[in-house]
T-cell receptor, first 114, second 114 residues
Framework: SQTIHQWPATLVQPVGSPLSLECTVE??????LYWYRQAAGRGLQLLFY??????ISSEVPQNLSASRPQDRQFILSSKKLLLSDSGFYLC?????????????FGDGTRLSIL | AQSVAQPEDQVNVAEGNPLTVKCTYSVSGNPYLFWYVQYPNRGLQFLLK??????LVKGSYGFEAEFNKSQTSFHLKKPSALVSDSALYFC????????????FGTGTRLLVSP
């Protein structure tokens, strides 16, 4: 069966420090991959999505970037964190072959900026 | 562009009573509709989806949803609520063409009292 892993689960970082959040998927090949941010336990904002290695689409201009160095690995990064980057970051995958398949989410990383 | 509205921030129901969580959507063309549940500090879990066919869709944990094209609604229902159903519920929609990008509602908190 397919699984998705995100780490770390929680992270406290000072303003201006770099960031790297990692997400890996197991048990499937060629997935679509997504990064979301959830503010205040409510709505989800799509940040980035990827249909393949090295292919990244950005939904919202911001202080973050994403990379996909391997088929089942998706990384969210920042060179200098802002206070506004605080939030709950969720990674998700879906089967690429069909547009009607659900997205499956990891358990997220709670990021606090001090 | 597609959009989703969840008009209730919170729904309160007594254990054993039926529950309904409301969702309306807007898309050009035919929609793909999804319901997810989120427990505290966890990712979203997929409950059910509507792609085509029967308007009543059955999903996990006894949940079902009714697709109504004329009212552009996709309400989540359960005949008998459990205390353990207390969580945050999200409705999501995508268009049935092109790359799948889900648009999520703002979420409805369900509180089931004993």
């Amino acid at each position: 069966s397919q699984t998705i892993h995100q780490w770390p689960a929680t992270l406290v970082q000072p303003v201006g420090s770099p960031l790297s959040l990692e997400c890996t998927v197991e048990g499937t090949s060629n997935p679509n991959l997504y990064w979301y941010r959830q503010a205040a336990g409510r709505g989800l904002q799509l940040l980035f999505y990827s249909v393949g290695i090295g292919q990244i689409s950005s939904e919202v201009p911001q202080n973050l970037s994403a990379s996909r160095p391997q088929d089942r690995q998706f990384i969210l990064s920042s060179k200098k964190l802002l206070l506004s980057d605080s939030g709950f970051y969720l990674c998700a995958w879906s089967a690429r072959s069909r547009n009607n398949q659900p997205q499956h989410f990891g358990d997220g990383t709670r990021l606090s900026i001090l | 562009a597609q959009s989703v509205a969840q008009p209730e921030d919170q729904v309160n129901v007594a254990e054993g009573n039926p529950l309904t969580v409301k969702c309306t959507y807007s898309v050009s063309g035919n929609p793909y509709l999804f319901w997810y549940v989120q427990y505290p500090n966890r990712g979203l879990q997929f409950l059910l989806k509507y792609i085509t066919g029967d308007n009543l869709v059955k999903g996990s944990y006894g949940f079902e949803a009714e697709f109504n094209k004329s009212q552009t609604s996709f309400h989540l229902k359960k005949p008998s609520a459990l205390v353990s159903d207390s969580a945050l519920y999200f409705c999501a929609v995508s268009e049935n063409t092109g790359f799948q990008k889900l648009v999520f509602g703002t979420g409805t908190r369900l509180l089931v009292s004993p």
